[in-house]
C-alpha cells in the first residue's frame, strides 16, 4: 500500500522522487497491489520515444472491467457505483449498485456479440449522458472491441467522418437526448451520418426521449428487447496489456481529427491511482465528475478511474442551467457529493448569476473541487475557493491531455499547497521539461517555456489509429526524444508549474479543444468564400473566443454581410457542432503571409486581443499594407 496514498507533502517528494529514480519498480509495486491480473507481466516497460514505441506491463493479461466491476462484487455489489442524475430534477436518480452493474454491462456485451461484434472489432457510441452510455462503454471493454465515443453535440459530418476513419461496425445512440428544457433529434444525425458510411452494419438504439424516429429496416434495433432476451453472464474477455482498449478524437492542427489510441493495462493502472490521489478518494465518498464522457476527463473520471477505485460516480444528465444556475449546488447537496469536478468556464459562467443560487445550498458535504479543461483565471479560482468550497476545500487545477489519459500536473490535497492559476506539481511519475526555442531544455526555477515530458508514463496514448507517422510527426519531432504538448509552461521559484495555453494551432474554448484547421476547412465550404483564418481572442465566460478573417471571392462582394455570417456559422455548426461557431467575423481583403506563403496568425491575434501596439517582428510579412486595412477595420 506504500505508495498508492499520498497524505501529506514531505511524503509526495518522498514517492516523487523514486517514481523518477526507478519509475518501472515504482509502477510494478502499484500493478501488483491493487489490481486483478490473468497473467503478470513479463517486462514492466519498453520504450522508444523516436519510433515511437512505448510498452508497458508486456506480457500481462487482463480485463479492465474485471477491475471496474467484478473485483468489487464480494466488498461492494450493493454500493452505488453510478448515480445517474437526470436532466429534469423531477425524474428520480437511478442508483445503479456493482452488482446490477455487473449485469447491465454483461447482458449489454452479449448484445454486443449477439450482433455480431468481435475483439478488436471498433464500435462507436454516440449517447447522452444516460446510463447505457457508460454500461455500452465497459460492455464494449468486457468483450475486447474498440469503443470510440463521439460526444453527442458533435453534427453529422463530424460523426461521420469519425466513424469511417476508425471504420466502425457498430454505432450506437438513442432516439434523442434532453438538453435543458429542449430535446435533440439524436438518431436524425445519425441517419444523416451514416449515410456516408457505408461499413455500418448496425444501429442499436436506446429509448430516452419516447419520440417518433425512423427506424432503418435491417441496420437499427431497438436495444430494450435484444437486453431482456439476453444472458446476464458474460466472460470476460482475457487482453493483452498493451491491446487496444479505445480511440478518442480530438483536434490538430490539421482538418482530420486525430484518433488516440489508448491501451488496456497501463491507461487503467494510470487512470485509477490518479484518481486516487487527486481526488483523496476514500471509500465513502460521492465523486462528481461534470464532464461529459465524449470527453476523455470522462472516460478516465467518470467511468475507467473511479470505478477501478470501487467508488460511488455521479452522472449528469442535464446542464448547469436547467431548471435555473443553481442546479449544480442542488445536486451536491441532494447527493451530499464530496469531490466536484468541473471546468473552468462553468465557473465563470456560474460565478455571473446571482449568489444566492449558491449560498441556499447546503454545500458542507464539499471535500475537494477540481478543474480541468483550461487554464484558470485567478478571479474564478477565488469565486469556486470562497463560496463554492467555503475556504476549505483545496482546489486541484488538474492539467492534462486526451493524449495523456490521465492528469499529469496537480495538487494533490491537503498535501500540495495550492496557488492559484498554478497546476503546481507534477504527478509521480511525470519528469515535464520546459524547452527553449532551440530545443534546449531551460533548468532551474522562474522560468518559462514549452512544455514536454521527458519519460513515459503508463497512460500515455500509443498511436493515432491508423497514422502512426502523424503520431510521431505530432507529438515526438518538435523536441526528439521528448512528448511535446502542444503547451507553453512556466515554472516558479518552487517548481509550481502554471500551464500558459496552447503554443501550436489549437485554442481551447470553453474548455473544448478546437484546432483552428478543421473550423477554417469548414468556413471555406462556403461558395462565397475564398480562404480564411482564425484565432482565439480573451472572453469572459469561454475563456477564448473565436474571431474569424475571411476573404470573400467576386462572387461574394455584394452579398450582405450579416447573412453572409450567419450562414458562415452555419457551416461550421454543419461541419463539426455548435460549439465551434465564431463570435465574430471580419470580412478582408487579404491575410498576413510570410514570404513562404504561411498566415502569421501571431498578428491576426493580437488584432482580435487590441494588443496592436507591439506587433512584433513583422519582418518576414509580405503584405504589410494588408495589417493595416484589417487593423482599421477591426470589429
Ligand atoms: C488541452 C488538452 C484533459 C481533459 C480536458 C481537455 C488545456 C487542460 C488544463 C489546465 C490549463 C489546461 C491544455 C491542454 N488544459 N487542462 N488545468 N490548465 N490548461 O483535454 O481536449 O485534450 O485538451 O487543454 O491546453 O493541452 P483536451
Known sequence: ????????????????????????????????????????????????????????????????????????????????????????????????????????????????????????????????????LAISVLACARIGA???????????????????????????????????????DLKGIVDEALEQCPGVQTVLVAKRINSKINMKAGRDKWLQPLLDDAYADCVPEIMDAEDPLFILYTSGSTGRPKGMLHTTAGYMVYTAYTFKNVFQYKEDDVYWCTAD??????HSYIVYGPLANGATTVMFEGVPSFPDYGRFWDIVEKHKVTQFYTAPTAIRALAKENLDYVTEHDLSSLKVLGTVGEPINEEAWHWYNDHVGKKKCPIVDTWWQTETGGVLISPIPFATPTKPTYATLPMPGIQPALMDENGKEIKGNQVDGRLCIKFPWPSIARSIWGNHERYKETYFSAFPGKYFTGDGALRDEVGY????????????????????????????????????????????????ALYGYVILKETGESRDRDNLRKEINQMITEHIGPIAKLNKIQFVPGLPKTRSGKIMRRILRKIACNETDNLGDTSTLLNPEVVKEIMDNVL
Open 146 to 184: 474498440i469503443h470510440s465515443v463521439i460526444f453527442a453535440g458533435f453534427s453529422a459530418t463530424a460523426l461521420a467522418t469519425r466513424v469511417n476513419d476508425c471504420k466502425a461496425k457498430m454505432v450506437i445512440t438513442s432516439d434523442g437526448s434532453y438538453r435543458g428544457a429542449k430535446t435533440i
Open 497 to 544: 508549474y502554471r500551464i500558459t495555453g496552447r503554443v501550436d494551432d489549437v485554442i481551447i474554448v470553453s474548455g473544448h479543444n478546437l484546432g483552428t484547421a478543421p473550423i477554417e476547412d469548414a468556413i471555406n465550404e462556403h461558395p462565397a468564400v475564398a480562404e480564411s483564418a482564425i484565432v482565439g481572442f480573451p472572453h469572459d465566460i469561454k475563456g477564448n
Open 1 to 132: 500500500m506504500s505508495n498508492y496514498h499520498i497524505k501529506h507533502l514531505e511524503e509526495y517528494y518522498q514517492v516523487y522522487r523514486k517514481s523518477v529514480r526507478n519509475p518501472e519498480s515504482f509502477w510494478e509495486e502499484i500493478a501488483e497491489e491493487h489490481f486483478m491480473w490473468r497473467k503478470r507481466w513479463d517486462n514492466v516497460l519498453d520504450w522508444d520515444f523516436s519510433k515511437p514505441e512505448i510498452k508497458w506491463f508486456e506480457g500481462a493479461q487482463l480485463n479492465i472491467t474485471e477491475n471496474c466491476i467484478d473485483r468489487h462484487l464480494y466488498t461492494r455489489g450493493d454500493k452505488t457505483a453510478i448515480l445517474f442524475e437526470p436532466n429534469d430534477p423531477k425524474e428520480e436518480a437511478e442508483h445503479i449498485t456493482y452488482r446490477q452493474l455487473h449485469e447491465r454491462v454483461s447482458k449489454f456485451a452479449n448484445v454486443l456479440k449477439e450482433n455480431g461484434i468481435k475483439k478488436g472489432d471498433r464500435v462507436c457510441i454516440y449517447l447522452p449522458m444516460i446510463p447505457e
Open 293 to 298: 464522457i465524449g470527453w476523455i476527463t470522462g
